[in-house]
């Protein structure tokens, strides 16, 4: 399956907002909520001539029916209540490896991704989708500070998400920190932990074969007042469909 993007079709581009529920849902996000705020920051996004059709959806095993058809996927999904998968709540692993083999075969064949905040600790069940996140959140080692005030620093460099855009992005958000980071990834974006040390938040990576973007971001629909992060938001989703 080869995912374009034909710039004289004129026919929007197919945005697919992933929304984590049941065993990618967790007591502390509420995914419905961001996931809101995400379509309505996307549906304002126009290139070329083409504006957008968001499409909001829970993350369900048949989810991705449609995905053919699908210009972007954004997944903002996360890991799974305490004691949700040892009660047997749900479909059970073999239910959900279609789904999984299906999301990283159009990653890798040219597929666009943006994945944010609780993403990088969501799909533990699917081997492939660090490589296609480009990182990842590793259980007793990646952590964040309280919720509060946060400052990103972007980086100065020339990848079109940052190239001429603001130096920081102020926001009331928590702050990942020590996430695993692949060798391969193009980090664009740092958070300072409470020592000061940066911690590596936004990136873009190539490497499987697609793009992605990872915006360890969003906690709540707070962050999405912020308007910093909107522009970051609409500059990595432009890119993503370039």
């Known amino acids: ?46 290139l070329g001539g083409r504006g957008t059709d968001v499409v909001v ?9 449609d995905l053919a058809d699908v210009d972007l996927v954004v997944v903002n999904a996360g890991t799974s209540w305490p004691g949700f998968l040892e009660a047997g709540i749900g479909p059970d692993d073999d239910a959900w490896a279609p789904f999984h083999v299906d999301l990283e075969a159009w990653a890798r064949d040219g597929g666009r991704v943006l994945a944010v905040h609780q993403s990088a600790n969501t799909f533990g069940d699917a081997p492939g989708w660090e490589e296609v996140l480009g990182g990842r959140w590793v259980s007793g080692t990646s952590y964040h500070p309280p919720f509060g005030p946060a ?23 928590e702050r990942y920190c020590a996430l695993r980071v692949a ?14 040390t940066p911690q590596p938040v936004v990136w873009a990576t190539e490497a499987h074969g697609g793009r992605t973007v990872y915006c360890g971001l969003g906690h709540d629909a707070r962050a999405y007042d912020s308007a910093g992060y909107v522009r970051l938001l609409l500059r990595a989703a432009t890119w993503l469909l370039a």
Do not use: C
Not at 9 to 38: C, I, Q
Not at 183 to 196: A, F, H, I, M
């Open 183 to 196: 060798k391969s990834t193009e980090v664009l974006g740092w958070v300072p932990d409470d020592d000061g």
């Open 151 to 173: 400052t990103v620093t972007l980086a100065t460099g020339g990848h079109p998400i940052v190239a001429g855009s603001d130096a920081t992005v102020e926001l009331l958000d």
């Open 1 to 46: 399956m080869t995912t374009t993007h034909p710039d004289e079709s004129g026919n929007p581009y197919r945005v697919l907002v992933l929304t984590g529920r049941g065993r990618y849902e967790d007591p502390w996000h509420d995914h419905a909520a961001t996931s809101h705020r995400l379509a309505l920051v996307l549906a304002e996004l126009e």
């Open 57 to 65: 959806r829970s993350v369900f095993p048949d989810a991705l029916a």
